[in-house]
């Protein structure tokens, strides 16, 4: 390959099915010898700040960070986010551009001052003025020693390349210069002709004015100092006066359990009480013959109530999972249709972990701990209570122990609770950090691997799992001490009894000696099961309010039904397409600026727009009005004379198609994600299918429209199927309007 003064070679592929293999199969035979940038055609953020997504594990030097800041064109940006370079951005970018977050990306590889940089088709995502910025300032001019391997298909910059490979399905098709191709007979010669001309590019070096971001609100230094990151930090907040009381937890889950049906199972535990101890006293009864009834009797008589209290305990584990099951399943679904109906801001702010988080451990303690641990604490409660009782009544002198062997359990308890909801606090806090790093490796690990920051991303996973077992070593350690301490007090339990039971002996009945022991080694035993069991269910339902706390905390949109849906499907609306923008202002917060601001056009039907306009003019924000995505905060949007804010969500977006700026393709079949809801014939979606030329690829899959997506064993689509596949599905809907971003 040709190695010429600027060093930078273009690759164009018209098949891009292999261009990542391709790629990495070069990035494999260098076997790391030398250092290698990495840009991948869809843009992967880091969640964290953009200082960090820069830097991506290199030491921070000022001078070529400012510099790197400058050549891609992201000064304006910084000035733009509330705290600079310092600002925290959502998971793969959320409160980013599409611009913004290519332009991240190769500020990635530009820092990382590598020999080559490979660049798969990252000016896709900008519009055509930065793009040729950008092209001038990292490719042509900046570091002209290192070389540079760029994919593309915007083919007015392939005359300032120094070599040009092209490829048709993973093979070399023709190579050599620009001039040389063009007098040579072949397909590129082809592909220029058809792109008409080659335009003249306006080659200045101005600065690239960039409108300010949409979703931060006000200006501070680019480059956050010091001082501004501590000015910056969250004040922390002591919320354990907003935690909810043990009594509160568990009068929330038995209103979502239902008063009826906890009523119901609270019966039952009396019940099982109620036969246990029935049979232990026909017992005492049997052993001293006090009733003068037969042996056949007893025996008879108790194998009824050993039936009965099997029985009662099977209804009362029969109703405990039912209401263990009926209880997670509506927190479970009220947590998922409050998911599904969430503000788009919403998930701008959320770390994926934390949702992860909420539908695996929590979720879990719910449907398998909850109910099995308010069961057995309840009925362990009810127990120890009949056995005070009825050692109270058995020997009178026991009733002036009990006080103070409860109050000894009582401060036990106390003191370990206090220790052990802190540390399920800190086992809740310390999982979701795991598990957005776990996401993060999984989803970026192409990137990871061509930076090589293996290391460092498994350093980062192993100190949070450090943290995670260090909460584990210290909630085992204050197990082990609740129960040494609890031995103590159990047997002073039992020498008590035996003490009073030695001073009455002449007093007591002897059948009453044995049964009096009994329950007294039960009492410590059941004490200790009952601290531990009662403690294990508070921290438990700690997980009721986690849940709970948050669905709660999830903005919801507007409603997806209103009263004028049913008229409006009568009337076939819409029924022509006529879009009507009327002053229209949007905001994404209250205090943040207008990103669109009185807006004001007309449409009429069947009329194809395009809607043009730099980085960050507001183009998607466009797209995102018509959604409702957010709302419009004046204004009104008229689709067939009728004011879309007065329109259920449901209604208004199944009317309507989208491509969006990032494609995305559903686990599932081909068909499954060119018609989710089955309303299409097979020869509907081949016509769309051929129309974006994919027929063609979808007959040559094993399945065809029935081929899996997305699986371990199954089809794998390009970035630019992808983009197809979704103007297909917008071309099989009969819809009025088609949005794309």
Same mark, same amino acid.
Not at 11 to 17: A, H, I, L, T
Not at 20 to 26: A, E, G, L, P
Not at 550 to 563: C, G, R
Not at 603 to 617: F, K, L, Q
């Given at each position: 390959m040709y190695n010429g003064s600027n060093a930078s070679y273009?690759?164009?592929?018209?098949?891009?099915?292999?261009?990542?293999?391709?790629? *990495?199969?070069? !990035?494999?035979?260098a076997i790391r010898k030398t250092s290698f940038g990495y840009v991948p055609q869809q843009a992967w953020i880091l969640g964290g700040t953009v200082r960090e997504n820069i830097l991506f594990g290199k030491s921070y030097d000022h001078n070529l960070y400012t510099e790197t800041v400058k050549i891609c064109a992201l000064n304006r940006d910084l000035e733009t986010f509330p705290n600079g370079d310092q600002t925290i951005i959502g998971d793969n970018g959320a409160t980013l551009s599409g611009g913004q977050k290519q332009r991240i990306n190769i500020a990635r590889a530009?820092?990382?001052?590598?020999?080559?940089?490979? %660049?798969?088709?990252?000016?896709?995502?900008?519009?055509?003025?930065?793009?040729? !910025?950008?092209? =001038?300032?990292?490719?042509?001019? !900046?570091?002209? @020693?290192?070389?540079?391997?760029?994919?593309?298909?915007?083919?007015?910059?392939? #005359?300032?390349?120094?070599?040009?490979?092209?490829? =048709? /399905?993973? &093979?070399?098709?023709?190579?050599?210069?620009?001039?040389?191709?063009? /007098?040579? =007979?072949?397909? *590129?010669?082809?592909? %220029?002709?058809? *792109?008409? /001309?080659?335009?003249?590019?306006?080659?200045?070096?101005?600065?690239?004015?960039?409108?300010?971001?949409?979703?931060?609100?006000?200006?501070?230094?680019?480059?956050?100092?010091?001082? #501004?990151k501590q000015q910056s930090k969250p004040k922390l907040i002591n919320d354990n006066m907003l935690r909810p009381t043990m009594i509160q937890l568990i009068q929330s889950y038995l209103t979502i359990c239902g008063w009826k049906n906890a009523?119901?199972?609270?019966?039952?535990?009396?019940?099982?009480?109620?036969?246990?101890?029935i049979s232990d006293r026909w017992l005492v009864a049997w052993s001293g013959h006090k009733l003068g009834l037969s042996q056949a009797t007893y025996i008879y008589t108790y194998s009824v109530l050993i039936v009965i209290v099997i029985v009662v305990n099977m209804m009362g584990l029969a109703k405990a999972i039912k209401l263990s099951s009926s209880t997670a399943t509506v927190i479970h679904n009220n947590t998922v249709e409050m998911l599904f109906k969430a503000q788009s801001s919403y998930y701008d702010t959320i770390a994926i972990g934390k949702i992860i988080d909420r539908f695996s451990k929590e979720q879990s303690v719910v449907d398998l701990l909850l109910a099995f641990g308010l069961n057995n604490s309840t009925y362990l409660f009810i127990n120890f209570l009949c056995f005070i009782c009825l050692m109270a009544v058995y020997n009178s002198m026991f009733a002036i122990v009990v006080p103070f062997v409860l109050l000894g359990f009582y401060k036990l308890q106390k003191y370990y609770r206090r220790s052990s909801r802190e540390i399920k606090r800190l086992d809740t806090q310390s999982r979701a950090p795991v598990l957005s790093i776990f996401?993060?490796?999984?989803?970026?690990?192409? %990137?990871?691997?061509?930076?090589?920051?293996?290391?460092?991303? %498994?350093?980062?996973?192993?100190?949070? @799992? =450090?943290?995670?077992n260090r909460v584990n070593f210290v909630s085992q &350690?204050?197990?082990?001490?609740?129960?040494?301490?609890?031995?103590?007090?159990? @047997?002073i339990c039992i020498f008590t009894v035996v003490l009073v039971i030695i001073i009455q002996i002449d007093n007591i009945d002897v059948s009453l000696v044995s049964l009096s022991i009994v329950y007294a080694a039960s009492i410590g035993q059941i004490l200790i099961v009952i601290i531990n069991s009662t403690i294990e269910l508070e921290n438990n339902m700690e997980s009721i309010d986690v849940c709970i706390k948050?669905?709660?905390?999830?903005?919801?949109?507007?409603? /997806?039904?209103?009263?004028i849906d049913e008229g409006l499907l009568g009337q076939g609306w819409p029924s022509y397409g006529m879009l009507q923008m009327k002053d229209v202002t949007l905001q994404y917060k209250s205090d943040s600026p207008a990103v669109l601001h009185h807006l004001s056009f007309d449409?009429?039907?069947? &009329?194809?727009?395009?809607?043009?306009?730099?980085?960050?003019?507001g183009k998607s924000s466009l797209v995102v009005a018509l959604f409702r995505l957010v709302e419009i905060t004046s204004g009104a949007i008229i689709i067939d004379n009728v004011n879309i804010s007065k329109v259920g969500l449901g209604m208004l977006r199944s009317n309507m198609s989208i491509i969006p700026q990032d494609p995305v393709l559903f686990k599932g079949t081909?068909?499954?994600?060119?018609?989710?809801?089955?309303?299409?014939?097979?020869?509907?979606i081949w016509q769309a299918l051929a129309e974006v030329n994919l027929k063609i690829f979808v007959e040559s899959l094993p399945g065809k429209l029935f081929a899996v997506i997305g699986d371990s064993k199954g089809v794998t689509f390009s970035t630019g199927q992808k983009k197809s596949a979704m103007y297909s599905k917008s071309i099989s809907q009969t819809t009025k309007d088609i949005g794309t971003r």
């Open positions: 273009v690759w164009y592929f018209k098949n891009q099915v292999k261009v990542q293999q391709i790629i *990495f199969s070069i !990035y494999l035979l530009v820092y990382s001052q590598s020999e080559i940089l490979l %660049m798969d088709d990252p000016l896709s995502a900008l519009d055509t003025r930065i793009s040729q !910025y950008l092209f =001038d300032a990292c490719f042509m001019t !900046y570091s002209k @020693t290192k070389t540079k391997l760029l994919v593309t298909n915007q083919m007015h910059l392939l #005359h300032q390349t120094d070599y040009i490979i092209v490829i =048709d /399905h993973g &093979c070399v098709i023709q190579q050599g210069e620009f001039n040389l191709l063009m /007098h040579q =007979d072949g397909m *590129f010669q082809g592909m %220029m002709s058809s *792109f008409n /001309h080659i335009s003249n590019i306006d080659q200045s070096n101005e600065q690239v004015k960039i409108i300010p971001n949409r979703r931060f609100s006000y200006l501070t230094n680019p480059i956050a100092t010091n001082q #501004h009523a119901i199972w609270f019966i039952l535990l009396l019940l099982q009480n109620a036969s246990l101890f996401s993060t490796i999984m989803n970026g690990s192409t %990137m990871i691997q061509a930076f090589d920051q293996q290391q460092t991303f %498994m350093q980062k996973l192993f100190l949070q @799992t =450090d943290i995670i &350690c204050s197990v082990r001490w609740l129960g040494q301490y609890a031995d103590v007090l159990a @047997t948050f669905s709660k905390d999830i903005l919801q949109e507007a409603p /997806h039904e209103t009263n449409i009429s039907p069947s &009329c194809r727009v395009g809607i043009v306009g730099r980085s960050g003019a081909v068909r499954s994600n060119m018609d989710p809801f089955t309303e299409y014939d097979d020869d509907i």
